[in-house]
């Protein structure tokens, strides 16, 4: 049996064991940056539906969260507010994104996300900025 380095295989040894929740109700968007994220050696789980957050953080618990504003349930910013509320997740860091929304004014709310992108996004741009939250 062959061992390989995580430099042979392509791996970045800090991100290795990071698990990230991505929370969209695009498809699309979720299968691009679940692709992106796990080759960059990130753990990912999706969710389509802002209900099933909390039971997911619970249960997965990931050390950053990315998701849309704009959810077919519930919007991102809500959610985002209540986990930046709530003690036990209050940690973590939360990157939204939106195509409709300039976030940059929610950002200094309380409750805020710790960053955010606009759609459509530059997904290079997007790996700096998860990295930046994860150091």
Do not use: W
Not at 46 to 63: E, N
Not at 70 to 81: K, P, Q, S, Y
Request: net charge negative.
């Amino acid at each position: 049996m062959a061992l390989y380095s995580s430099e042979l295989l392509g791996i970045d040894k800090k991100t290795m064991g990071k698990r990230i929740l991505v929370l969209d109700d695009d498809q699309d968007i979720l299968d691009i940056v679940t692709y992106i994220l796990t080759e960059d050696g990130y753990e990912v789980k999706v969710l389509a539906d802002g209900h099933q957050v909390a039971a997911a953080i619970q249960q997965f618990d990931p050390a950053l969260v990315l998701m849309d504003v704009m959810l077919a349930d519930l919007d991102g910013r809500v959610i985002c507010r209540h986990l930046k509320d709530t003690l036990e997740t209050s940690h973590i860091p939360v990157i939204l994104i939106s195509g409709t929304h300039d976030l940059a004014a929610t950002l200094h709310q309380q409750g805020a996300p710790n960053d955010f992108m606009a759609k459509p996004f530059d997904l290079d741009i997007l790996l700096a900025k998860i990295k930046a939250q994860l150091v």
